[in-house]
C-alpha cells in the first residue's frame, strides 16, 4: 500500500507551483480489517470510493480557491495575510490527506481534475478582485456547502457501515473509523473557516446574495459531479 508524506508548504516568498504541489509517495504495510470483518458489499465499497474521489476533489479546489485569495489580498490587506494563510495550510493538509487516502486504496481520481484547478483558482481570485467582503463570502459559501457535504457522508459511514465479523458480532473496521475521524476534523475545520469569514465581514460584500447563492450552486454542482466522473 501507499502512504503520500503531508509536506506543509510555506509562502515567504510566494510561489503556487510550490504550494501546490503533490506530496510523493511512501510505502505502508497492509492493514488487518479484511481480518477481523467480512468483505464489504459492492455497494459499501463503491461508495468509499466515492468518498475519497470527491473529498480529494474538493479539497484541491479548495486549496486552489484560497490560493487564488492569497495571491490577490496577501500583500494589499497585510491583515488578511496570517487568516488566509492559517486556513490555506489547513486546506494543504486536507488536500494532501485525501491524495494519500487516493493513492493507498487505488481510488480513481476526477477525470475533471485539470478544470476544477482552473475553475476553484479563478472563483478566489475573481472574487477577491471585487473586494476582501467579496472574498470572504466566496470562503462562507464554499465553506457552507462542504460542511454540509461532509455531514451526510458521516450519517451514512455511522448508519451504513455496522459490518459483520466472523462470530457474528458487527462493528466499525479501522478503515471506517479512521475515515469518519478525518471527516469530523476536516468538516469542524471547514466550518471554523465559514465562521472567520463571517467575522471578517463576509456579509459586507456587494452583491451579498447574487454571490453565496451562485457560488453555493457552482460547489453543489462541482461535488455531484466529481462523485461521478
Not at 20 to 39: G, H, I, M, R, Y
Not at 149 to 154: E, F, G, I, S
Request: hydrophobic share 35%.
Amino acid at each position: 500500500m501507499l502512504r503520500i508524506t503531508p509536506q506543509r508548504c510555506l509562502v515567504r516568498p510566494f510561489s503556487i507551483s510550490r504550494c501546490l504541489k503533490q506530496a510523493q509517495p511512501e510505502v505502508k504495510e497492509n492493514s488487518t480489517d479484511e481480518q477481523k470483518f467480512l468483505p464489504m458489499s459492492r455497494a459499501q465499497t463503491a461508495y468509499l470510493d466515492r468518498v475519497i474521489r470527491v473529498d480529494q476533489a474538493g479539497e484541491l479546489g479548495a486549496n486552489y480557491i484560497y490560493a487564488g485569495q492569497y495571491f490577490v489580498l496577501a500583500n494589499k490587506y497585510p491583515h488578511l495575510k496570517p487568516v488566509l494563510q492559517h486556513m490555506w495550510d489547513q486546506e494543504i493538509h486536507h488536500h494532501n490527506t485525501f491524495n494519500n487516502l487516493q493513492l493507498k486504496k487505488r481510488v480513481r481520481p476526477s477525470l475533471l481534475t485539470p478544470l476544477w484547478k482552473i475553475g476553484a483558482f479563478a472563483m478566489g481570485a475573481g472574487t477577491s478582485l471585487i473586494s476582501p467582503q467579496a472574498a470572504m463570502a466566496c470562503t462562507e459559501a464554499v465553506e457552507t456547502v462542504i460542511g454540509r457535504h461532509y455531514n451526510d457522508q458521516l450519517r451514512c459511514l455511522t448508519n451504513q457501515y455496522e459490518l459483520q465479523k466472523p462470530d457474528g458480532s458487527h462493528g466499525q473496521s479501522e478503515e471506517v473509523q479512521s475515515l469518519t475521524k478525518t471527516i469530523t476534523q476536516f468538516r469542524d475545520e471547514e466550518l471554523e473557516h465559514l465562521n472567520t469569514a463571517v467575522e471578517h465581514d463576509s456579509h459586507q460584500a456587494v452583491p451579498y446574495k447574487l454571490l453565496t447563492e451562485g457560488i453555493m450552486t457552482i460547489c453543489r454542482a462541482a461535488v455531484w459531479t466529481a462523485e461521478r466522473v
